[in-house]
């Protein structure tokens, strides 16, 4: 089993910055894929970013290509989300999650076995 605590959300105005953070415990990460998803009031759980278990290889959505980064500390057994250039539109509970995927599983919910109890991240006009 893995256990999924995620902080760092908060209120900040567009343009500004958030750094999320999730920490794992019962199990070591570094054999597992990270992502992170969000989920608008009202709108599906959408994914957001995701990161290989070395940190090599990161992938993102296209809403926050450029603008948000995804990193690990598999010493630390600890992922971060990285949000910059924040928009009104990036207003949702942010999700970690962990699991043993690849290809298209990246961006599914279904590629992810283990879930944290999600962070609220708003960002005002």
């Known amino acids: 089993q893995v256990q999924l605590v995620e902080s760092g959300g908060g209120l900040v105005q567009a343009g500004g910055s958030l750094r999320l953070s999730c920490a794992a415990s019962?199990?070591?990460?570094?054999?597992?894929?990270m992502g992170w998803f969000r989920q608008a009031p009202e709108k599906e759980r959408e994914f957001v970013a995701a990161?290989?278990?070395?940190?090599?290889?990161?992938y993102y959505a296209d809403s926050v290509k450029g603008r948000f980064t995804i990193s690990r500390d598999n010493a630390k057994n600890t992922v971060y989300l990285q949000m910059n250039s924040l928009k009104p539109e990036d207003t949702a509970v942010y999700y970690c999650?962990?699991?043993?995927?690849?290809?298209?599983?990246?961006?599914?919910?279904?590629?992810?076995?283990?879930w944290g109890q999600g962070t609220q991240v708003t960002v005002s006009s």
């Open positions: 999650s962990a699991g043993r995927t690849y290809g298209i599983g990246l961006s599914r919910q279904s590629g992810y076995s283990y």
């Open positions: 019962g199990r070591t990460l570094n054999t597992y894929v």
């Open positions: 990161i290989g278990w070395s940190g090599g290889s990161t």
